[in-house]
């Protein structure tokens, strides 16, 4: 059945199937992930659990795209969707390539990007837009992907590779 | 639970906002986004309050929806106008401690907050009254120039919408999930906020397997219906530019290139 990976419609399907796995996550699990307060910091962190499939990129070639454009549909639910839509998608595009070039070394350090150019990306448009101090946002930023990717991205990386979830990039 | 997020924020009016070309809508939206922070005036501040309005009126759309719309950004533009009064230099106003309120600050604290009022207010209005698909189909317009350079934009409109399409179909997947595996025990809703998160792993997993499974599907339905790509594709609604829209389009982007020029030469 996986023979035909080079065809273009199941890489289509797979790319539009992730990007819709992203986007429910952002918009449906919006009831289930929370904005916390830090005491000292000025700014809530809110977690974005569908920044948890960046650690799809280490499964499927389909992955980098269908995050980047999950993204980029997710924000047509924001209601500051322009910028977010060129900010965020771009943040995304970055993290997903950098974790790509990185896939082969340990998983944490893996994973870092995904963090960093949220964080850089967000922190961008913040100040950009809402005149937010770049260090704070920064920080939030951070600490909610940093939550997200290692509490959340990890346990859903070991708990795929246990299941035998199918890996693009290993010969079976 | 889950069931009750609507899908996008389209509302369906007969109106001549709703029947502009989608691509009309796109670039409007971006042209207003960059020129509303190169307006520096509270005459230009009026025409963008008139202009914003007057669409809202052609819309048709209730003004209590929009309004709606701005409550989950509220507290971020409180910040803004907070920080903003607090942290600029100035002559000061009044003094207390460390606070300090400035005139500069409290000029530029009304002034962020208005631009972003404005800009998400106007913003909202392209997802409002333009449904996902047709905004799909306006992006593959504006991308269709760009295949001279390989940008694939036929496959990013289909993938788009395909991906639109399913979000439904694994909301309710992702409830039945859900349900299925607080039958099994599985406690979502209390502990730190690690638990919770961690939490999510039963969900997700099962979630993965049988949307790949969907897709492997869907793959085998479009190769056995002949699906290659967009030569020799045919559409059902074809966009078309009217007279409406060069207009809009003209004004739009001369106002724009007016204020760059103002912005650079001044």
């Known amino acids: ?172 | 639970m889950i069931k009750d997020i609507t899908i996008g924020q389209y509302i369906y009016k007969d109106s001549v906002v709703h029947k502009l070309d989608p691509r009309t809508k796109i670039l409007a939206s971006m042209f207003f986004m960059f020129g509303i922070f190169l307006i520096n005036n509270i005459t230009e501040y009026i025409f963008v309050f008139l202009l914003t309005a007057i669409t809202i009126y052609l819309s048709q759309i209730p003004v209590m929806k929009i309004i709606k719309g701005l409550k989950p950004i509220f507290p971020l533009m409180m910040l803004t106008v907070i920080m903003n009064m607090f942290f600029t230099q100035g002559a000061a106003i009044f003094h207390w401690a460390f606070i300090n309120i400035t005139r500069e600050g409290i000029y530029l604290a009304g002034f962020m907050g208005i631009r972003i009022f404005f800009l998400i207010i106007f913003t909202s209005l392209l997802t409002l009254t333009t449904s996902p698909i047709t905004l799909t189909n306006g992006i593959e317009g504006l991308l269709t120039p760009l295949k001279r350079f390989k940008v694939p934009s036929h496959e990013i409109a289909m993938m788009m919408s395909i991906a639109l399409r399913f979000i439904p179909t694994l909301i309710d997947e992702t409830d039945k999930i859900m349900k299925a595996q607080k039958a099994r025990g599985a406690d979502f809703e209390s502990g730190n906020i690690i638990k919770r998160t961690k939490s999510l792993v039963p969900i997700l997993i099962p979630l993965f397997i049988s949307a790949f499974t969907r897709a492997d599907e869907l793959a085998m339905a479009m190769e056995a219906r002949g699906y290659r790509g967009d030569e020799g594709r045919t559409r059902f609604k074809e966009l078309k530019y009217r007279n409406i829209d060069r207009i809009i389009l003209t004004i739009f982007a001369f106002v724009l290139v007016f204020l760059i020029i103002r912005k650079i030469a001044f």
Do not use: H
């Open chain 1, 1 to 172: 059945m996986d023979l035909n990976f080079k065809s273009n419609s199941k890489y289509l399907a797979e790319v539009a199937i992730i990007a819709s796995i992203y986007v429910i996550l952002t918009i449906s699990l919006g009831a289930l992930s929370f904005g916390i307060n830090v005491p000292f910091l000025p700014i809530p962190i809110q977690l974005r659990i569908s920044e948890a499939l960046l650690v799809l990129v280490l499964f499927r070639k389909s992955a980098p795209a269908g995050l980047v454009l999950g993204c980029f549909i997710a924000n047509f639910w924001s209601p500051f969707m322009m910028p977010d839509m060129i900010f965020g998608t771009l943040g995304s595009a970055l993290a997903v390539y950098g974790i790509y070039r990185l896939k082969n070394i340990n998983i944490f350090i893996t994973l870092t990007p995904g963090v960093f150019f949220n964080a850089l990306l967000v922190a961008l448009e913040l100040k950009i837009f809402f005149k937010i101090p770049f260090f704070w946002s920064g920080v939030a930023v951070a600490i909610g992907q940093t939550l997200v990717i290692y509490v959340l991205g990890i346990p859903l990386y070991y708990a795929l590779k246990r299941i035998g979830f199918k890996n693009d990039y290993e010969n079976v």
